[in-house]
């Protein structure tokens, strides 16, 4: 009697205990699925609606109008993912800027660190985002204008504008500032103005100035110049550059870059699109003209017989005549509207860079010292470079109309496929029309993936997602990286160089990195990122963002396993409880 007794008490035990386990299996499995619910709402990436809304469609001009107030609509940039600290920034009115307290260099207030890469003409507001401008940072942005009248708090502007661009300085940003007030700025301490094309300075308003510098600008040889370097230094307010009739230039008489000395051309100060330069300037002959990211139509160098080296690139010119440049060393036109190109008077030529044109044909063939021909997206149907000298470094001539044929399988083997393919399939467009079909067989440009997880990217992995198009960064103009067509606000830093917190994009050929404080920020599924160019001609690539595969931190699948582990552990202790006691009864 008292056996039974005591086996109905161990199963009572053991149905108590698997009760338990049931109850407390369906508890965390219900607690898991809402946890997973939670997780599947994600921030908005940054970008995604009102960040940066310059590259919300490719093309399409930002500039603000001069003397016009930039909208001041705000919208915060999302907090990145809570396992990194990065800096919180925002947007407002084509700016971005953070916001500090006393820990900043410049005390509490806003900190605008970049402009939308679109904007030429730029007007700050006094606050943003409630706060106080005290420091603007917008070197190397290409600004026509830029008013800052309003930031009376202002302690810190950095707007140098990187001019010229001599050939000890390649660059594209040469639209650049022509005047500068600040004397609304009384509490400025810091100013670098340098790099522009501002003829006059008037900093006797700013009795708090310390740090000064404003080189490399136009100011003449005047009152206003040698009183600006009796207050600070020569350093901080020379070398300026010279002008007459217009162009911009200086003198090298003992330091000459690369060639004899003479007048070299940096740039013009005028708004007409039509500039000749002269034989001589400031009594030298002119030996080097280096006009780029102007607006010109038309350039006048016929008369430079003694010209060496010319960079004309990034203008909007459909002819230009170099035929009385024979001593021509170095020619740069790219990414005008060129239909033709003679160079055969050029037997002295080692650099040719004409990409981005609309050449039908070109004759090297008179060039024998040719070392670089880069000559991609045109309309050639044909390049014979069989006399030419070309290193395989300083070769490229894919997005052209070259048939497979004999002469492009020579170049390939030459040159290799990247630096030939992909041609445009069928005849070259007709004036006024843009290529439809690039490549052989597709109509956008190749994009590939070279991260190490291939297409997928998965959450919390703290892997970048890196992506490469064969096309130029800095020579094909690129304009704005976009994922799932919403623009990221990219810092401009150099023509090779854009970068911010969560992505950047650098030169060779392009190469954008998406950074895990963005990824993270990603809903699952398939998303896009996009390479914009100024032509139109984009690149797209489509990716996949995972959940983690990884047990995490809550994660039930350790929690159940533990908790039923637990209750075996209570269910086999009852068992050997009641066991002892059993076997101790019959001992009596």
Same mark, same amino acid.
């Given at each position: 009697?008292?056996?039974? #007794?005591?086996?109905?008490?161990?199963?009572?035990?053991?149905? %108590?205990? +698997?009760?338990?386990?049931?109850?407390?299996?369906?508890?965390?499995? @219900?607690?898991?699925?809402?946890?997973?619910?939670?997780?599947?709402?994600?921030?908005?990436?940054?970008?995604?609606?009102?960040?940066?809304?310059?590259?919300?469609?490719?093309?399409?001009?930002?500039?603000?109008? @001069?003397?016009?107030?930039?909208?001041?609509?705000?919208? @915060?940039?999302?907090?990145?993912?809570?396992?990194?600290?990065?800096?919180? +920034?925002?947007?407002?009115?084509?700016?971005?800027?953070? %916001?500090?307290?006393?820990?900043?260099? $410049?005390?509490?207030?806003? /900190?605008?660190?970049?402009?939308?890469?679109?904007?030429?003409? !730029?007007?700050?507001?006094?606050?943003?985002?409630?706060?106080?401008?005290?420091? #603007?940072?917008?070197? /190397?942005?290409?600004?026509?204008?830029?008013?800052?009248?309003?930031?009376?708090?202002?302690?810190?502007?950095?707007?140098?504008?990187?001019?010229?661009?001599?050939?000890? *300085?390649?660059?594209?940003?040469?639209?650049?500032?022509?005047? +500068?007030? !600040?004397?609304?700025?009384?509490?400025?301490? $810091?100013? &670098?103005?340098?790099?522009?094309? %501002?003829?006059? +300075? &008037?900093?006797?308003?700013?009795?708090?100035?310390? &740090?000064? *510098?404003?080189?490399?600008?136009?100011?003449?040889?005047?009152?206003?110049?040698?009183?600006?370097?009796?207050?600070?230094?020569?350093?901080? #307010?020379?070398?300026?550059?010279?002008?007459?009739?217009? %162009? #911009? /230039?200086?003198?090298?008489?003992?330091?000459?870059?690369?060639?004899?000395?003479?007048a070299y051309v940096v740039g013009y100060t005028g708004v007409s699109q039509d500039v000749v330069i002269p034989a001589m300037l400031g009594g030298q002959p002119v030996v080097e003209v280096n006009i780029k990211s102007d607006i010109l139509t038309s350039l006048d160098v016929s008369a430079c017989t003694n010209l060496k080296y010319l960079d004309c690139g990034d203008n909007n010119l459909s002819s230009l005549d170099v035929s009385k440049n024979i001593a021509l060393e170095h020619l740069d036109c790219e990414n005008n509207n060129l239909i033709a190109l003679d160079v055969s008077k050029n037997s002295k030529l080692v650099w040719l860079s004409c990409y981005n044109n609309r050449l039908t044909s070109l004759d090297v063939s008179n060039n024998l010292d040719l070392y670089g021909l880069i000559c991609d997206g045109n309309r050639l149907t044909s390049l014979d470079v069989s006399k030419n000298e070309i290193s395989e470094m300083w070769f490229f001539c894919y997005n052209n109309y070259i048939p497979d044929s004999a002469e492009r399988r020579a170049l390939i083997e030459r040159f290799g496929e990247d630096a030939v393919l992909p041609q445009y399939a069928g005849l070259p467009p007709q004036d006024g029309q843009t290529p439809t079909n690039p490549g052989d067989n597709d109509n956008t440009p190749a994009v590939e993936i070279i991260s190490d997880g291939g297409a997928k990217y998965t959450l919390g992995s703290g892997k970048n997602f890196v992506v490469k198009s064969p096309r130029s960064m800095s020579g094909e103009a690129f304009t704005n990286l976009l994922v799932d067509g919403n623009a990221l606000a990219l810092e401009h830093k150099s023509a090779t160089l854009w970068e911010n917190a969560y992505a950047k994009v650098e030169e060779g050929s392009t190469v954008a990195t998406l950074y895990p404080s963005y990824l993270d920020t990603l809903s699952v599924g398939e998303h896009t990122v996009t390479l914009a160019y100024a032509d139109g001609n984009n690149a797209t690539v489509t990716f996949e963002v995972a959940k983690s595969g990884s047990p995490k931190t809550g994660d039930e699948t350790p929690l159940l396993a533990l908790v039923l582990l637990l209750v075996i552990a209570v269910a086999g202790s009852a068992a050997l409880f009641m066991r002892r006691r059993h076997l101790l009864w019959k001992a009596r």
């Open positions: 009697m008292r056996k039974k #007794i005591v086996g109905s008490k161990l199963r009572r035990v053991l149905a %108590i205990a +698997l009760v338990f386990a049931l109850v407390t299996t369906s508890a965390m499995s @219900a607690f898991a699925t809402e946890r997973d619910a939670q997780t599947e709402t994600t921030p908005t990436a940054v970008g995604q609606s009102d960040v940066a809304q310059a590259g919300e469609e490719v093309g399409e001009s930002t500039d603000a109008p @001069a003397n016009e107030t930039v909208p001041t609509e705000s919208t @915060a940039a999302p907090a990145a993912a809570q396992t990194e600290t990065v800096t919180t +920034l925002a947007t407002e009115g084509g700016l971005t800027y953070e %916001i500090k307290g006393d820990e900043g260099e $410049y005390g509490a207030g806003a /900190y605008v660190t970049s402009v939308d890469g679109g904007a030429t003409n !730029v007007v700050v507001p006094a606050t943003l985002g409630g706060a106080d401008v005290v420091y #603007i940072h917008t070197s /190397y942005y290409g600004l026509a204008s830029l008013d800052v009248s309003n930031c009376t708090k202002l302690k810190f502007l950095n707007c140098n504008g990187r001019f010229p661009g001599s050939s000890t *300085n390649f660059h594209t940003e040469i639209t650049c500032l022509t005047s +500068l007030d !600040v004397s609304k700025n009384t509490a400025l301490t $810091y100013l &670098d103005c340098g790099g522009n094309k %501002i003829t006059s +300075l &008037d900093v006797s308003k700013n009795t708090a100035l310390t &740090d000064l *510098n404003c080189s490399n600008n136009c100011l003449p040889d005047s009152e206003n110049r040698r009183a600006l370097i009796t207050r600070f230094s020569e350093s901080a #307010i020379l070398p300026q550059y010279n002008v007459e009739s217009g %162009i #911009i /230039y200086e003198v090298r008489i003992d330091e000459p870059v690369f060639y004899e000395p003479g």
